[in-house]
């Protein structure tokens, strides 16, 4: 597994890992469980200075972006005007190109637009940007997406923060076969097990926030969810036996009494 | 000494002395211009163009930087029914 790297427009990332820097208690908080899940991707939101309180710390003085690759967000945008906006911001503020397009349809659900969502990535891609693309489990907005040219497509497992895992593993399978570019499982993932689920099913890599920081214990949950990603992707390339109805002894009944 | 003006800082309202740049608005503030993003009347600044474009009454300034975030809401949401005991789906 030493040379399974993922490698998306270029880019090669040792983990496939990826996590969210939202809703940990403080920033030693997220940097610890960052650094034991082993993500070496790391997604970021662009909002508003605090001008008014400037004591206030800067998450990047803990989450180095030598160390990492910063993956700048979009969330919170519900228009492609906005979405658009905020990619921008991003890449004005100096980290990469690279922007995790998310544009929602909805604030009950944060399900993506995926109309907004295309023609969001049309004209950011238009200007150069590596667009991630944080959508559906749809098939054929996927291939819509790598046909405008994303290099990879996130699609999610469930809602932001819902923790109820794959809702759709058949939808997935279907996304993995009708794309030839890297799958992001991106948000939905509860527990380890979901994690490894996905990467069983044979997803390239999974992203995730809630599931880490919404844990009792953030810090040992990242750690689960290092070895749970590390083992679906090693059981995925071992290749699992096939499902059957009915038993088939391992001991051999030569030799018995 | 000319008049102090007023332009809008993050949405705030806030006097700039004449003259200003936006450079000097980011010093007065203690904002280092490292990994800031800076939008003058909507239009996204080049960080070499900071000390050169001055500020002029209602201006609108927006300075953003990046914060903890992976998904669209910095809660935890709003809490539903648990989704384990619904049964009417």
Redesign the interface.
């Known amino acids: 597994m030493h040379n399974d790297r993922l490698v998306i427009a270029g880019r090669e990332f040792k983990s496939r890992l990826w996590?969210?820097?939202?809703?940990?208690k403080d920033?030693a908080e997220?940097k610890k469980a960052i650094e034991v899940s082993g993500a070496d991707v790391v997604?970021?939101?662009?909002?508003?200075?605090n001008?008014?309180d400037?004591s206030k710390e800067?998450?990047?003085d803990f989450i180095d972006?030598k160390k990492y690759t910063?993956l700048?967000?979009t969330?919170?945008?519900y228009t492609v005007e906005d979405a658009v906006r905020y990619a921008?911001?991003?890449r004005?503020?100096?980290?990469s190109d690279l922007v995790k397009l998310?544009v929602?349809g909805d604030e009950?659900t944060?399900f993506p637009d995926t109309g907004g969502l295309i023609e969001a990535a049309k004209i950011l891609i238009k200007e150069g940007f590596i667009v991630l693309p944080y959508t559906n489990d749809d098939p054929i907005v996927a291939k819509k997406l790598v046909d405008i040219g994303c290099p990879a497509v996130m699609p999610l497992a469930a809602p932001?923060?819902?923790g109820?895992g794959i809702r759709n593993p058949y939808n997935l399978k279907i996304i993995m076969e009708t794309v030839k570019v890297p799958i992001v499982v991106d948000?939905g993932v509860g527990t380890a097990s979901d994690a490894a689920l996905a990467m069983e099913y044979g997803a390239d890599a999974v992203?995730?926030?809630?599931a880490i920081?919404?844990a009792q214990d953030p810090i040992a949950m990242a750690e689960a969810m290092k070895y749970a990603v590390y083992a679906g992707r090693l059981a995925y390339k071992a290749g699992r036996i096939p499902r059957k109805l009915y038993a088939t002894a391992s001991s051999p009944i030569e030799g018995m009494l | 000494m000319a008049e102090p003006l007023q332009i809008q800082v993050n949405g705030e309202c806030r006097d700039c002395r004449s003259g200003a740049t936006v450079g000097d608005l980011l010093r007065e503030l203690d904002i280092k211009t490292e990994r800031v993003a800076v939008e003058l009347n909507l239009e996204i600044l080049d960080r070499q163009e900071f000390d050169r474009r001055g500020l002029k009454a209602g201006d609108r300034v927006e300075i953003l930087s990046f914060i903890g975030g992976g998904g669209p809401d910095d809660g935890l949401g709003e809490e539903g029914p648990d989704p384990c005991t619904m049964t009417d789906w």
């Open positions: 996590v969210g820097t939202g809703k940990y920033f997220t997604t970021v939101a662009v909002r508003r200075i001008i008014t400037r800067n998450l990047l972006p910063i700048p967000n969330a919170g945008c921008r911001l991003a004005a503020a100096g980290v998310e929602l009950k944060l932001i923060g819902s109820l948000a992203l995730m926030n809630t920081a919404g």
